[in-house]
Nanobody, 122 residues
Framework: QVQLVESGGGLVQPGASLTLSCTVP????????MAWFRQPPAKDRAFVPA????????YYADSVQGRVTNSSDNRANTVSLQMNRLKADGTAGYYC???????????????WGQGTQVTVSS
């Protein structure tokens, strides 16, 4: 069972930036296409960005386009989600996912992390 590991969550003020990271322990190279999903309190899990296995293609949800950057360090087997100008609606559990293809649908991803909480509040 592959367990992804997220880090970097915390409490930030509106307008601040925050970077989340996700690693795939025990793997070398870039074995999966990776994505981030977020789940606000009492709401469904929603797609944020996805990045292809080679990191050549990145796909963003319309709601975050221009405010987040998804990147990959294949040597470190890590993907990062940089979020800028955070708003209160960014408060959510953020989950990293890995799968065979990069896609906006959660069901396409076989491997998930436990999640990291981001709270945007003054």
């Amino acid at each position: 069972q592959v367990q992804l590991v997220e880090s970097g969550g915390g409490l930030v003020q509106p307008g601040a930036s925050l970077t989340l990271s996700c690693t795939v322990p025990g793997c070398t190279g870039s074995p999966y296409a990776m994505a981030w999903f977020r789940q606000p309190p009492a709401k469904d899990r929603a797609f944020v960005p996805a990045i292809s296995r080679s990191a050549a293609r990145t796909y963003y949800a319309d709601s975050v386009q221009g405010r987040v950057t998804n990147s990959s360090d294949n040597r470190a087997n890590t993907v990062s989600l940089q979020m800028n100008r955070l708003k209160a609606d960014g408060t959510a559990g953020y989950y990293c996912a890995g799968g065979e293809v990069y896609d906006r649908h959660a069901e396409e991803y076989a491997y998930w992390g436990q999640g990291t909480q981001v709270t945007v509040s003054s």
